[in-house]
Every structure is written in C-alpha cells, then in structure tokens.
Nanobody
C-alpha cells in the first residue's frame, strides 16, 4: 500500500493558485509531522513547508514564505499545501513526506515515508 498519495497538481498561469493534498494510509498520521518538498531535473529535492503533528507549528522555505500555506486535517489523514501567487520558478514535482515523530524537520532524510509526487507547472 502506498503510504502517501498526492493530488491537485496541474498547469496554472503565473500569479494563479493551486491546492495540493496528500492523504496518508499509515494509522500514525495524527502523531507525525508532515512536509512538502519539490524537485526539478536541475536541482536536488528541496524543502518547501512542514507542519507538526497538531498543526500548531509550521515552517516554510524563504522562497515560498507568504505565498504558500501548509495545513492538516487529522480526521481525514490529509495534509494540504495552498499555493498562491505562483511563479514559473515554482515549477517542479511536489512530494509529500511523513516523519515518524511529531516534530518538524526540514531535511529530506528526516522523512522515511514519501508519496510519488505531483507535477506543478507554472506558465509565464
């Protein structure tokens, strides 16, 4: 069973919005921190946003701060990434990731469980 399934990617014009969702199958979701990362062919996988187990603490990369919002619904085993003011440089495959502990991490190796990714393309 795939641990995480992302949805919501697509093609959008610059300054547009998209909302990504990620649904987890592991029963420990409500006690685990969650994160979003992105990757392009030219770059290593980079941190985008993370949220702790209760949703009370969040963290963002400088490149998305003020434009993206991470949230979670533990009753639905789902984490979201609301992306506003999208730019062409946001184009990437976006991955959802799940930690095994409640605390936020920003390094990819802090997350043992990953989704398969969803493509986001922003046209200028």
């Amino acid at each position: 069973q795939v641990p995480l399934v992302e949805a919501g990617g697509g093609l959008v014009q610059a300054e547009g919005s998209l909302r990504l969702s990620c649904t987890a199958s592991r029963p420990t979701f409500s006690s685990n921190a969650m994160g979003w990362f992105r990757q392009t062919p030219e770059k290593e996988r980079e941190f985008v946003a993370a949220i702790d187990w209760r949703g009370s603490n969040t963290r963002y990369s400088d490149s998305v701060k003020g434009r993206f919002t991470i949230s979670r619904d533990n009753a639905k085993n789902t984490v979201y990434l609301q992306m506003n003011g999208l730019r062409p440089e946001d184009t990437a495959i976006y991955y959802c990731a799940q930690r095994a502990i409640p605390i936020i991490g920003i390094r990819p190796d802090a997350y043992p469980y990953w989704g398969q990714g969803t493509q986001v393309t922003v046209s200028s």
